[in-house]
């Protein structure tokens, strides 16, 4: 398998500003498969400590945060860890706060040890504990993106296609890279279920490793802080993959439980990373998240593969959609995009919403590239259907042009302020390409 974030952990390994990295990411997204796998090989000798398995080492860390007494305490273990030579991962480091505090000193005292950081509950544990701005460095990773997905199906020149989209390509290239799309929709990003895919060619497979990941997720409610009702945080993460692209009301979310216990539930799911909300917001001006409206918002899920399989989406019935974009409702191709926007690009999402009567609008993502706002549509229709965003090109001359994603090949129509890309191609939105991670 290989990873757009092999780039960036390389550039952390030799750059001479280098500080304890931490990789942020939801559980099973290949956090830990990139340290053993790539970083790792790269030096001489390599140390990991699960310290949620790894209990008995937490005293390590309970007074004494002076990095070589810590070191001096794990040798015991782990035999020598030596600077310049040794990676030192601590793996799951949520399960241990004081360790997370300790990084700051590994930063301060000792530079010259590589120190790698990861967990899959990360952001709960920084409820807990203060890490002073400057003292580590982030890793967000995400799922497969469709990209990745190909080069791990052996697809490397469809890959290149979906990275740079030449405007005449041909309909049969075309045809054969929005077959394999289709399967990415159900088989989705997570890498255990793309490696199980590839491995077997079963989907049956593939979707008995999404329900045993589901199954894990779950399993972490219990470990969400603060405490809330299990039964809420569940059917709070099926109504959120139940309606991609539609504005959420936290009151519509869960009927058995409070408007408040529903927010409560929504904001655990998302501090977990398994689903992501995009405000609305206005676009008159960066940064966009200053006018965003905590009321008014959608979300979308963690990955596509996960999604359908915890809306049991009718696989057989989907698959004989002639339109990509038609499948569940649309809901599918909504969420693919979202989940691409946010692997390719390096803020958040949001979209635009104009609620007046008679003449509502909505436009499904605001993506900002060198220092400008691009709205984002995903659609079937040609031109003609895109009432919305027209409304919006004409209300927001800040704005230089549309981005249309609908199942055509690229084209421009340069008097509407309107750019048509493939499905396929959202990377080319992103500012997160590999020529430039």
């Known amino acids: 398998m290989q990873r757009l974030a092999e780039k960036q952990i390389a550039g952390w390994k030799d750059s001479p500003r280098r500080k304890p990295l931490i990789i942020r990411g939801a559980r ?94 990360l952001e709960f544990a920084f409820g807990e504990i203060s890490i002073p701005v400057g003292r580590v460095q982030y890793l967000h990773l995400h799922p497969m993106t469709f990209y990745e997905y190909l080069l791990a199906m ?10 740079n989209h030449p405007d005449d390509v041909a309909g049969s290239i075309q045809e054969v890279i929005l077959r394999e799309l289709r399967i990415y929709f159900f088989v989705g990003g997570m890498p255990e279920c793309v490696k199980t895919y590839r491995d077997t060619g079963s989907m049956v497979a593939t979707f008995q490793v999404q329900s045993e990941i589901l199954d894990s997720y779950r399993d972490d409610f219990s470990k969400y802080t603060p405490h809330i009702n299990t039964i809420c945080l569940d059917a709070v993460f099926l109504s959120v993959a139940k309606s991609i692209g539609e504005q959420l009301k936290y009151t519509r979310l869960n009927d058995g439980h409070s408007s408040q ?8 799911l998302a501090k977990a990373k398994v689903i992501h909300k995009i405000p609305a917001c206005d676009p008159s001006g960066l940064p966009l998240g200053a006018t965003a409206n905590p009321k008014k918002f959608k979300a979308s899920m963690l990955d596509i593969g996960l999604m359908q399989r915890l809306c049991q989406v009718p696989v057989e019935l ?120």
């Open 318 to 437: 989907e698959l004989q959609q002639e339109n990509l974009l038609a499948m569940y409702r649309g809901k599918l191709a909504e969420q693919f995009v979202a989940q691409e926007l946010l692997a390719w690009h390096s803020s958040e999402l949001f979209y635009w919403a104009r609620e007046t009567r008679g003449s509502s609008a909505e436009v499904d993502f605001l993506v900002v590239r060198q220092g400008n706002i691009y709205p984002v549509e995903v659609k079937s229709g040609a031109s003609g259907s895109l009432r919305s965003l027209h409304l919006m090109l004409e209300k927001y001359h800040n704005c230089p042009q549309g981005l249309v994603l609908y199942s055509g090949t690229s084209k421009k129509l340069p008097d509407q302020k309107l750019q048509f890309l493939p499905l396929y191609c959202v990377s080319i939105i992103g500012d997160q390409r590999p020529d430039v991670v």
């Open 154 to 163: 052996g697809k490397e020149q469809m890959a290149e296609y979906t990275l």
């Open 28 to 121: 099973q997204v290949g956090k830990t498969w990139l340290v053993e796998n790539v970083l790792a090989k790269q030096f001489n000798s390599f140390v990991k400590i699960d310290l949620e398995k790894r209990r008995d080492l937490h005293p390590h860390f309970a007074e004494n945060l002076e990095p070589q007494a810590i070191l001096n305490l794990l040798e015991l273990t782990t035999g020598r860890i030596n600077p310049g030579q040794t990676l030192l991962f601590f793996d799951e480091i949520q399960a241990c706060p004081r360790a997370l505090m300790a990084l700051r000193y590994f930063y301060e005292e000792m530079p010259e040890l590589h120190v790698i950081a990861a967990g899959s509950l």
């Open 261 to 268: 216990m529903n927010r409560k539930a929504f904001d655990l």
